[in-house]
Nanobody
């Protein structure tokens, strides 16, 4: 399985970005997919994701601003990010977990494959 994350960039506070994670080698509509981020000097943290059972989960820090979605036809998942803040600045990663779960895992150790990351920078 290969995951290609894209869509990052530089945006002003309050702006929006949509991240994409295109998968090859496996149909990720059957998997749990998570988005994580890692800011400078920080540990990688869960942001949002969707379980293979259909449940979605968001970190409190992004709830109401970020939205997770999938496009089965394109084998791609998305993270729509609105009302961006400087504290959202980080490298964003997508990851896939093959186990069936209603909700996406929120710990990195549960994921089987990772994308390469895409940088999101929010200026104040």
């Amino acid at each position: 399985v290969q995951l290609q994350a894209s869509g990052g960039g530089l945006v002003q506070t309050g702006g929006s970005l949509r991240l994409s994670c295109a998968a090859s080698g496996r149909t990720v509509s059957r998997d749990s997919v998570g988005w994580f981020r890692q800011g400078p000097g920080k540990e990688r943290e869960f942001v949002a994701g969707g379980g293979s059972g259909g449940g979605t989960y968001y970190a409190d820090s992004v709830k109401g601003r970020f939205s997770f979605s999938r496009d089965g036809a394109k084998n791609t998942v998305y993270l729509q990010m609105n009302s961006l803040k400087p504290e959202d600045t980080a490298v964003y990663y997508c990851a896939v977990d093959h186990a069936w779960r209603l909700y996406p895992p929120r710990v990195t150790e549960e994921y089987d494959y990772w994308g390469q990351g895409t940088q999101v920078t929010v200026s104040s």
